[in-house]
């Protein structure tokens, strides 16, 4: 249980222009989904998180208008990577807390040219 | 906020030897505090945590102990196997399974050596 589908797995795109990627819950409700942006040979770091029906929460140095964050629905939120420019390329993953812990998708490769 | 320091950032041992991972945190009020293997390109895999109320936590080789009132944990890895290598994350959060966001260390990269 408790799975958090992310799509798409890869994604390549050019300069100037935006990439939608979305996270869907797929056996429970998730009011909360972190956002985490993975740098190579780095850590994952927090860049928002997101609640159903309200306005995400930034971390420091994260620009809201650049990285668009939707969470309409219970099991679905996600982040809308505008102007994207090639240092945007990084490993994108959603996490959802869980009565458990929490459960993270499978990750998005973007790659900006 | 949260920070969480963890040592070392490499580690390399020979199989069947053990393997220390150790973090420290700074925020009293956290008191969830997983460990992650991640492999290349994939999403980080739980592989045990430990909530305040205990102090060691084992499942067949890995152990996890916790020592709150100095901030710190580590991973125990016994018997180590060259599938064991990967990146390890120690991370730590005001409540986990609520909305509270998880912190992470900066990762250990561990090498079996066979």
């Known amino acids: 249980g408790a799975v958090v589908s992310q799509h798409p797995s890869r994604v390549i795109c050019k300069s100037g222009t935006s990439v939608k990627i979305e996270c869907r819950s797929l056996d429970f409700q998730a009011t909360t989904m972190f956002w985490y942006r993975q740098f190579p040979k780095q850590s994952l770091m927090l860049m928002a998180t997101s609640n159903e029906g309200s306005k995400a929460t930034y971390e420091q140095g994260v620009e809201k208008d650049k990285f668009l964050i939707n969470h309409a629905s219970l099991t679905l939120s996600t982040l809308t990577v505008t102007s994207a420019h090639p240092e945007d390329s990084s490993f994108y993953i959603c996490?959802?807390?869980?009565?458990?812990?929490?459960?993270f998708g499978s990750g998005t490769r973007l790659t900006v040219v | 906020g949260e920070n969480v320091e963890q040592h070392p950032s490499t580690l390399s041992v020979q199989e069947g030897d053990s393997a220390v991972i150790k973090c420290t945190y700074s925020d009293s009020a956290s008191n969830y505090f997983p460990w992650y293997k991640q492999e290349l390109g994939k999403r980080p895999q739980l592989i045990i945590d430990i909530r305040s109320n205990v102090g060691e936590k084992k499942d067949q080789r890995i152990a996890v102990t916790l020592n709150k009132t100095a901030k710190h944990f580590s991973l125990h890895i016994t018997e180590t196997q060259p599938e064991d290598s990967a990146v390890y994350f120690c991370?730590?959060?005001?409540?986990?399974?609520?909305?509270?966001?998880?912190?992470f260390g900066k990762g250990t990269l561990l090498t079996v050596n066979p």
């Open positions: 996490s959802a807390s869980t009565a458990s812990g929490y459960t």
């Open positions: 991370a730590a959060s005001p409540s986990g399974g609520s909305n509270y966001k998880l912190t």
